[in-house]
């Protein structure tokens, strides 16, 4: 009964390789969102998605990309991946209209690139 | 760029003690909110204040939110070991598109609670 959830929970991949993250949310939110929390624990946005529209931080390479099959889920897929990938990246959900902009985090998946 | 900074960085306290940490922000803001991190987990959101209120409290939480000076406190009171996290500030400047209200996070308190 988990609301957000994420698989892997631990990545380990070579330089180099494509690899996609997982995130399902089942609290009937319309907006999701990926993030990334560096070494020094700094949480940072990456995407917000909803089925109408995506916004892109800019600093986020166009290597990453948000995929979504449908409402519950927004998965990340990452493309030639590089050293500085190495990180943990959360997904999260909110609805807007209800309990204003709170976000609701799932645990977690740490990448790590070697 | 960064918005919210937390303050200190690191703090260790004796279980029953209050901690109080602070965040400072840059730009105007609808409401500040707070969450915490266990070490290896996700976020969770503790407590929202918004831009119009000036003390709200939640069962041991207290915030308060300076708009003038653009901070805001969070005091635990009473700590107990399982309060050992991190805690972040999150701002948010608005509604940003694509049905959400992006937040800005600061880099976090870490609180140790030693029993």
Request: proline share 3%; net charge positive.
């Amino acid at each position: 009964d988990t609301a957000v959830s994420q698989t892997p929970k631990y990545l380990v991949t070579q330089m180099g390789n494509d690899k996609s993250i997982k995130c399902e949310q089942n609290l009937g939110h319309d907006t999701m969102y990926w993030y990334k929390q560096d070494s020094k624990k700094f949480l940072k946005i990456m995407f917000s998605y909803n089925n109408k529209e995506l916004i892109i931080n800019e600093t986020v390479p166009n290597r990453f990309s948000p995929k979504s099959p449908d409402k519950a889920h927004l998965n990340l897929h990452i493309n030639s991946l590089e050293l500085g990938d190495s990180a943990v990246y959360f997904c999260a959900s909110s609805q807007v209209g209800r309990v204003q902009e709170t976000q609701y985090f799932g645990p977690g998946t740490r990448l790590l690139v070697l | 760029s960064q918005q919210g900074e937390e303050d200190p960085q690191a703090l260790s306290i004796q279980e029953g003690e209050n901690a109080t940490m602070n965040c400072s922000y840059k730009t105007s803001i609808n409401n500040l909110q707070w969450y915490r991190q266990n070490s290896g987990r996700g976020l969770v959101h503790l407590i929202l204040i918004r831009s119009n209120e000036r003390e709200k409290h939640s069962g041991r939480l207290r915030v308060t939110l300076d708009t003038s000076k653009k901070s805001s406190s969070l005091l635990i009171t009473a700590s107990r070991a399982a309060d050992t996290a991190s805690y972040f500030c999150a701002t948010d400047g608005g509604y940003s598109g694509a049905g959400s209200y992006q937040l800005t996070f600061g880099k976090g308190t870490k609180l140790s609670v030693i029993p």
